[in-house]
DNA sequence: TAGCCGAGGAGCGACGCATG
DNA sequence: CATGCGTCGCTCCTCGGCTA
């Protein structure tokens, strides 16, 4: 396997002898086998996604994201351990689960404590009609723009004493309909309140006009529970394929995972920021934290091993993880992932 | 008068490459 | 709640001018 497309592959840790290695970061946490183990799940996932999204590309004839889709391949494949934690390099691209999940956590650590003190939060889908995939780069645009022209024109208003101020936070999710082959791009909001989300769709509606836009496709619901809903949220602007969800029972075996219509979404939505504030900052955090940086001596380097599924020890047969992929999981990847252009 | 637009500087955040 | 950091595009904020 093309493991050495990085001449510097060595996992984000540098200078290295036999004696000491320097690490950077906090790391994260392994005494604890599950976190190994999801990890390890996750990695699996990801690394079967990025290979069904190079082969994808490969027939699109889209050159140009293939690098980013190795980068995601080789996210995480030398790690190295010292003193109960994990130390490795991300890719931070969308399309990776270990780093998206990073990012989620980030997000929702930041967000959380501004959103829980809005007087009654909202949740609110604005939906348009689907569209097929010729147009998806200009309908994404076309979203994007929709949002930031209303967002103007409500912030002015306010301006000039004539209506409320606007603020929430809003992600952009696409789904893709495998039967008509059609892509609806949307986005969800948090919003403080009923009438913020009522102006809102209002605007909306406007501007999309009857044609493109329905007033019973657009939601704007009290959130019961501001942490769910955000993490809902949130979610949805990181989640680019749907990880399967291996509690559902019933539903795995009709899932399939379309990388050609992953990739055309990844592609239209390039350059976009995909989860987004507006109205409002996030107060000001004083304290800047030092990035760690320590020298030891004690450590155990690891590669991951594909056909293992799992990080082998470079000097013994060790695994790190043990982690076995269930059985509904591995059908999944082996046989559900559909990479016919779409 | 309401809505639209652009300028323009500061700052922020998403993204993704690279290496102390 | 896991690398660091540069880049780029966006938001925020405000003013002022234009048009229907």
Not at 240 to 247: C, N, Q, V, Y
């Given at each position: 396997m093309d493991d050495e497309i990085y001449t510097l592959a060595q996992s984000g840790t540098k200078n290295y002898t036999e004696h000491s290695i320097i690490l950077i970061g906090k790391g994260s946490d392994i005494t604890n086998n599950k976190t190994a183990k999801s990890k390890a799940q996750k990695k699996i996932i990801t690394q079967t996604m990025a290979l069904s999204l190079v082969d994808v590309s490969k027939e699109n004839r889209v050159y140009e994201c293939r690098q980013s889709y190795w980068n995601t391949y080789h996210c995480q494949n030398r790690i190295t351990t010292s003193d109960g934690k994990i130390y490795g390099r991300y890719c931070k691209n969308r399309i990776c689960t270990i780093c998206s999940n990073i990012r989620k956590a980030e997000l929702i650590n930041k967000y959380y404590p501004v959103i829980k003190t809005w007087e009654d939060p909202h949740f609110v889908t604005l939906t348009a009609k689907a569209c097929s995939k010729r147009v998806l780069k200009r309908r994404i645009d076309k979203t994007i723009e929709a949002f930031k022209i209303i967002n103007q024109r409500l912030r002015k208003r306010h301006q000039r004493g004539k209506g409320i101020k606007i603020m929430g936070i809003r992600s952009l999710e696409c789904n893709y309909n495998p039967v008509k082959k059609t892509y609806n791009p949307h986005f969800h909001l948090i919003v403080p309140n009923k009438e913020t989300g009522e102006a809102i769709v209002e605007e909306w509606l406007n501007l999309w006009t009857y044609k493109y836009a329905r007033k019973y496709a657009q939601k704007n619901e009290r959130c019961y529970s501001v942490e769910s809903t955000l993490i809902e949220v949130i979610k949805y602007g990181s989640?680019?394929?749907?990880?399967?969800?291996?509690?559902?029972k019933s539903k795995g075996l009709g899932t399939k995972i379309y990388a050609g219509a992953l990739h055309n979404i990844l592609n239209a939505m390039k350059?976009?920021?995909i989860f987004d504030r507006f109205g409002f900052n996030l107060p000001k955090t004083s304290e800047t934290s030092l990035s760690k940086v320590q020298t030891v001596i004690d450590f155990d380097k690891w590669v991951y091993i594909p056909k293992l599924r799992d990080w082998r020890n470079v000097n013994s047969d060790e695994v790190l993880s043990k982690y076995v992929a269930p059985p509904k999981l591995q059908y999944l990847l082996e046989q559900c992932i559909d990479k016919e252009a779409c």
């Open positions: 989640k680019i394929f749907t990880e399967p969800d291996l509690k559902q350059g976009h920021r």
